[in-house]
């Protein structure tokens, strides 16, 4: 990979021009309003795998946002990766909390970024870590030390659920054929210390509403006469978790693995520093499921979250008003053997039956996944390792993951191959937060750690 790496030294400052020129684009799949700058990314994505030397390249419509698919099959008796990554972003949200704007990106030195890092929506995720792929291809394609079939899946829903994700491999089945499929959209557990995610939490996400009468009322009038359906929600979700934090869902733990001792042992021996950690999120203490490490609250112990709650009157000044609606979207992380779609109707089972009279609940269901747990005793995790400890000096570590990648499942069922989850951001990096950044470190070390992977896997393969 000598070729490679000079190519990729030569050529770093406009891999980081061409990442700034992506970052501008505002691809927030969520809104509609952005549908038009969403297939803007995807037109760019393809363009840059076709300037990059792969073949084929096209972009699929979906019945939501496109999909880009590109290829360089040098050899069908080689091995073959498939790629996958997004290039759709969260919405910026709350804006005035951003320090610069989320679509103007700009580099600021940080303690723990002193060379710079990018502060821009998608920074991280997953923009930076799919165009890290993108340009270790084209450094290996021109250096000729591609060792191995390439594919490459990018999709613009993956911050919506993959919706449209499922059908497209169905549809495509012979297309995306391959040995392993390589995602960098996790992090490592810091810049000294690589790691490799080897297992992910699962998925259920809802939205709940409670209405009490049909109309807004003067809370002058009615209030004390007539069920307040913030008040109640607020009630009812609090019920939801004990003074230990344990989950009061009846049968919500029925099918939770019991993780071995010697495993949380391992776990646990992971750098970390709690202090730190608390004070780098400014907050006087760590929270959550008693008799539980926060590591491991974070990676094998489910959860159930509020993400956003609101009803009545929320503008400037004041309105005496008693809201007919309330609404709240919770979302629950799963771990290995929970199913979601056994949770969520656990959930909106139980929410109705917590609820009084005097209002009526709806439940509606939105994505969820499957949690997932990797194998490390495979060519493919090897070759990973190998890579990793080529251009840190030093072994990952194998590490389960607090977020969920919902497709890593849908993979396996649907193309019946597993994943390898190589990602290098850090936690630290507000991804889904104002003030998102990607270190300038953790994008040019992907771009030089993924050719060795191709290396090693075809060694290995």
């Not at 999120?281 to 008693?290: K, M, N, P, Q, R």
């Amino acid at each position: 990979m000598k070729n490679t790496q000079a190519y990729i030294l030569q050529h770093k400052n406009r891999f980081l021009e061409e990442l700034l020129d992506m970052l501008r684009i505002p691809s927030v799949s969520a809104d509609p309003a952005y549908k038009g700058d969403v297939a803007r990314t995807a037109e760019f994505v393809a363009e840059k795998l076709r300037s990059a030397g792969a073949d084929l390249v096209e972009v699929f419509p979906t019945a939501g946002h496109p999909i880009v698919y590109g290829e360089k099959m040098i050899d069908p008796a080689k091995p073959t990766v498939l790629v996958y990554g997004h290039y759709d972003v969260q919405p910026a949200d709350p804006l005035e909390l951003w320090t610069s704007g989320p679509f103007e990106p700009v580099i600021k030195k940080t303690e723990l970024h002193p060379d710079g890092a990018i502060y821009a929506r998608g920074s991280c995720d997953d923009k930076g870590q799919v165009y890290m792929h993108i340009k270790a291809f084209e450094a290996m394609l021109a250096a000729g030390e591609l060792p191995c079939n390439v594919k490459f899946m990018v999709e613009g829903e993956e911050e919506v659920g993959s919706v449209n994700l499922g059908s497209f491999l169905k549809e495509h089945r012979p297309r995306l054929d391959c040995d392993v499929i390589l995602i960098s959209d996790t992090s490592i557990i810091d810049n000294q210390t690589p790691s490799i995610t080897v297992g992910l939490r699962g998925l259920s996400y809802v939205e709940v509403e409670v209405t009490a009468a049909n109309r807004d009322l003067h809370s002058g009038v009615y209030g004390g006469a007539v069920a307040n359906p913030i008040n109640i929600l607020s009630k009812m979700i609090a019920s939801m978790q004990d003074e230990n934090n344990h989950i009061t869902i009846p049968g919500f733990y029925e099918d939770v693995l019991t993780v071995p001792a010697h495993e949380r042992k391992a776990m646990n021996e992971a750098p970390f520093n709690e202090k730190h950690y608390m004070s780098d999120l400014g907050i006087g203490s760590v929270h959550g499921e008693a008799g539980y490490t926060t590591l491991e609250r974070t990676s094998i112990r489910p959860t159930l979250d509020v993400n956003g709650v609101w009803g009545g009157y929320i503008g400037e000044g004041a309105k005496t008003v008693l809201p007919s609606k309330a609404f709240a979207k919770i979302s629950m992380r799963l771990v290995p053997n929970q199913d979601p779609d056994k949770i969520t109707d656990l959930f909106a089972r139980h929410f109705k039956a917590i609820a009084p009279p005097s209002v009526q609940v709806e439940v509606r269901a939105h994505h969820g996944g499957l949690p997932v747990v990797t194998p490390t005793d495979t060519p493919e995790y090897q070759a990973a390792a190998k890579a990793m400890e080529q251009t840190f000096g030093k072994a990952p570590i194998p590490q389960r993951g607090g977020g969920s990648i919902p497709i890593v499942a849908l993979f396996e069922s649907i193309l019946g191959v597993k994943s390898v989850l190589m990602g290098f951001g850090l936690d630290s990096d507000n991804i889904h937060s104002p003030n998102e950044h990607y270190g300038l470190f953790n994008f040019y070390k992907g771009i030089e750690t993924i050719p060795y992977f191709y290396q090693y896997y075809s060694e290995l393969k």
